[in-house]
């Protein structure tokens, strides 16, 4: 994860940060009982290929408490946090048989986690999360057991193995994991990978403490300064993290605010953009837009007539047509519109953006810049498509709503002057699936393409 985490990266640690103290939902738990019963075969099959032989005690219980100490230096990320294990993990291998290091970590786990069992922070039932969190320790302990090589007895190659299977069982089996019980997308895995850098970073100052603890005990000790520095990071990071959720939560209030001040200012407004934000993230879905994108077209589509709170009701429903100065009094709502959302600030200037351009044309004879073509922000043109055919199906003061065939010809015929084409033909798709029509021949086409209307 980034240091400016993206929206779906926000949107997962928001999740992270309530399932904390809620009850474990019966999909997740069902996914850790069967992972947990997989990692127990797992176990069992390396104590067959290399069974617990002897072993100094007091070396492994320090090594013990220290992996306890440092999974306690948590790092937040979408899918949870990740822990500076690796300084006390790697010791842990060498001072215990590796048919034990798997089940030594996971009670480690579990031990960091009894705190906020005991205070009320965390249910117990997150305990059962320890022993899947302890799948990376099952790569190295497998990889030894197979090359019949204690890790203190291996090699640089055979070291560099085990890393690689460390990190390779822990993706695999958290991706599994996030998929099954947060349906969480491969890509936004792949951006928490850079914990592995980290890792492999402290891995070699781990392996200097492995070797000298058969000498010196104490040496388990060594990582004690470099985990509370650690531990001063994480919770800055915590507090950050926290902080950028509860300002985004606030920007979203905020929209939402507006949005009932528009509702209340005129019923008609307030509904129209209801349905434009359907529509807008129907086709959104269609062209796959990404998390962002999405976020920033469904607030554009919900907020893209808050400009018309400045324009006189008298104006917003006429019966009739405008005249020249009430045209131009009206398109200033555009601009009124993104004036009102960069003063709320952060992702709602990107969506004033959109606001300020839903009233561009494809061939650039919209307002109030002429923009044209891939000029237009995306999110404008899908919600400039979608509002037009709302306007036009729907009654107004000064005229009935037309028809589905009419109301569709005119998007047709306006497809590479008013909409953008791609938009237009993913549209089509939408509408005749929503409605069960089918696409008007080019006859019932207006040849003669005139603006649709979007008052």
């Not at 850098?197 to 000298?212: C, K, N, P, R, T």
């Not at 561009?360 to 237009?376: M, N, V």
Request: hydrophobic share 50%; with cysteine.
């Amino acid at each position: 994860m980034a240091m400016d985490p993206g929206l779906e990266e926000q949107e997962l640690l928001a999740d992270k940060f309530r399932r904390a103290d809620a009850r474990m939902p019966a999909r997740e738990r069902q996914a850790e009982i069967g992972l947990g019963l997989a990692f127990a075969a797992a176990i069992a099959g390396v104590w067959s290929l290399d069974p617990p032989k002897g072993f100094a005690v007091v070396p492994a219980l320090l090594c013990l408490m220290m992996l306890v100490l440092a999974t306690r230096v948590r790092f937040d990320t979408p899918f949870g946090f990740t822990v500076a294990t690796q300084l006390a993990f790697v010791p842990v291998l060498f001072a215990m048989p590796v048919a034990i290091v798997p089940i030594a970590v996971a009670v480690a786990l579990a031990i960091a986690g009894l705190p906020e069992v005991l205070t009320g922070t965390a249910r117990p039932s997150r305990l059962l999360l320890a022993v899947n969190n302890s799948w990376f320790a099952l790569g190295p302990a497998a990889v030894f057991a197979l090359a019949s090589t204690e890790p203190r007895d291996a090699g640089p190659l055979l070291l560099i193995i085990a890393l690689a299977a460390q990190f390779g069982v822990d993706f695999a089996m958290s991706t599994l994991r996030f998929r099954l019980d947060r349906s969480a997308s491969f890509s936004a895995q792949l951006r928490d990978t850079w914990v592995y850098g980290i890792d492999a970073a402290l891995s070699g100052m781990a392996l200097i403490v492995a070797e000298y603890i058969h000498i010196t005990p104490v040496a388990a000790l060594a990582p004690l300064p470099m985990l509370g520095l650690l531990a001063t990071f994480a919770r800055e990071r915590h507090q950050r993290l926290e902080s950028l959720l509860e300002l985004n939560t606030a920007y979203r209030g905020t929209a939402l605010v507006l949005r009932d001040v528009v509702e209340a200012d005129d019923g008609y407004t307030g509904e129209h953009c209801r349905s434009v934000v359907r529509l807008a993230l129907a086709l959104g879905d269609a062209l796959k837009l990404d998390a962002d994108q999405r976020r920033n077209l469904e607030f554009g589509a919900l907020l893209h007539d808050v400009g018309k709170i400045a324009i006189p009701n008298e104006i917003i429903n006429k019966p009739g047509k405008l005249d020249p100065d009430e045209w131009e009094i009206i398109a200033t709502h555009t601009l009124e519109g993104q004036k009102m959302l960069d003063r709320v600030g952060g992702f709602m200037r990107n969506v004033g953006l959109i606001v300020r351009s839903h009233h561009e044309r494809w061939d650039g004879r919209g307002y109030p810049d002429g923009l044209a073509g891939e000029a237009i922000p995306l999110e404008a043109r899908i919600i400039s498509c979608c509002d037009s055919w709302n306007a036009m199906r729907t009654d107004r003061s000064y005229r009935k709503a037309l028809s589905y065939e009419v109301a569709l010809a005119e998007v047709l015929a306006n497809a590479g002057h008013q909409f953008d084409p791609r938009i237009v033909a993913a549209f089509v798709k939408i509408i005749e699936k929503e409605d069960g029509h089918r696409t008007p021949t080019r006859s019932a086409v207006n040849p003669e393409p005139h603006e649709a209307p979007l008052r």
